[in-house]
T-cell receptor, first 110, second 115 residues
Framework: KQEVTQIPAALSVPEGENLVLNCSFT??????LQWFRQDPGKGLTSLLL?????REQTSGRLNASLDKSSGRSTLYIAASQPGDSATYLC?????????FGKGITLSVRP | NAGVTQTPKFQVLKTGQSMTLQCAQD?????MSWYRQDPGMGLRLIHY???????DQGEVPNGYNVSRSTTEDFPLRLLSAAPSQTSVYFC??????????????FGPGTRLTVL
């Protein structure tokens, strides 16, 4: 059974800091890995998708990497801003299913 | 495109009542799924469908029914609501089930409270 882990559960950083959010998964036979953002009381917004054959994807200040053999992905956020405060979830797609981590709640202090 | 839409946004039920959560997408996606999100438990898959007429169970299917008569719609039925079904429900869709390039799109969610 695929298991996805995100540690720590919460993170607080000062504005301007570069930060890395980690995601690990147990079964490397995946189609892709997707990072989402969720604001309180809202739905999930897709940030980046990395196919299993890819190593990384970039969008603006966000960069996501994938090391399938070691079962790890990282989401790098450059020059963090208070508006980046949200919960970040990673999810892996395999066997007709998307399995989610429990998310990392990020707080960026002004 | 409206994307993935869900109705209602909020619902309060009494124990034993039944209801249907509606989900629709206008992107011609084959794959649709339902999740529930609970504090400390994350998002868990309830049911999914890989095309019209084809559905299967996810991680937590008990107490829920689904059907997929059209590509666009994937309703979730609660047969006899229980307080344990109090949760936020999300519907999602993607172009295919196995495509590595296929992004999952989520609806805005339905907040359900069962008294």
């Amino acid at each position: 059974k695929q298991e996805v882990t995100q540690i720590p559960a919460a993170l607080s950083v000062p504005e301007g800091e570069n930060l890395v959010l980690n995601c690990s998964f147990t079964d490397s036979a995946i189609y892709n890995l997707q990072w989402f953002r969720q604001d309180p009381g809202k739905g999930l917004t897709s940030l980046l998708l990395i196919q299993s054959s890819q190593r990384e994807q970039t969008s603006g200040r966000l960069n996501a990497s994938l090391d399938k053999s070691s079962g790890r992905s990282t989401l790098y956020i450059a020059a963090s801003q208070p508006g980046d405060s949200a919960t970040y979830l990673c999810a892996v797609k395999a066997n007709s299913k998307l399995t989610f981590g429990k998310g990392i709640t990020l707080s960026v202090r002004p | 495109n409206a994307g993935v839409t869900q109705t209602p946004k909020f619902q309060v039920l009494k124990t034993g009542q039944s209801m249907t959560l509606q989900c629709a997408q206008d992107m011609n996606h084959e794959y649709m799924s339902w999740y529930r999100q609970d504090p400390g438990m994350g998002l868990r898959l309830i049911h999914y469908s890989v095309g019209a007429g084809i559905t299967d169970q996810g991680e937590v299917p008990n107490g829920y029914n689904v059907s997929r008569s059209t590509t666009e719609d994937f309703p979730l039925r609660l047969l006899s609501a229980a307080p344990s079904q109090t949760s936020v429900y999300f519907c999602a869709s993607s172009y295919s089930v196995a495509g590595g390039q296929d992004e999952q799109f989520f609806g805005p969610g339905t907040r359900l409270t069962v008294l």
